[in-house]
Nanobody, 116 residues
């Protein structure tokens, strides 16, 4: 089993920045890709960004050039730096990790609200 603990959400104004963190614990040996997804009210969960253990990244179209995902393999932690936040970025952000046998693990989510 892998447990994921997210932190860093909050309420910010448009144009501001936030940094999310997600630390994995438990059976983290040979942990696979880690990433972030988000879900806004009334919408489906969507990809924000993912990163493999080797550092290969993928981003959702709506966050490219504004968000940056990074990873510290020694700490089993993934980060999401969010710049130039927009009201449409408001959502619950979920951390995801793929375990050594391909299992998908999810965090409990952290709320990000962008509003003036």
């Amino acid at each position: 089993q892998v447990q994921l603990a997210e932190s860093g959400g909050g309420l910010v104004q448009p144009g501001a920045s936030l940094r999310l963190s997600c630390a994995a614990s438990g059976n983290t040996i040979r942990l696979g890709a880690m990433g972030w997804y988000r879900q806004a009210p009334g919408k489906q969960r969507e990809l924000v960004a993912t990163i493999t253990s080797r550092g290969n990244t993928d981003y959702g179209d709506s966050v490219k050039d504004r968000f940056t995902i990074s990873r510290d393999n020694a700490k089993d932690t993934v980060y999401l730096q969010m710049n130039s936040l927009k009201p449409e970025d408001t959502a619950v952000y979920y951390c995801n990790a793929v375990g050594r046998f391909g299992n998908n693990y999810w965090g409990q989510g952290t709320q990000v609200t962008v509003s003036s």
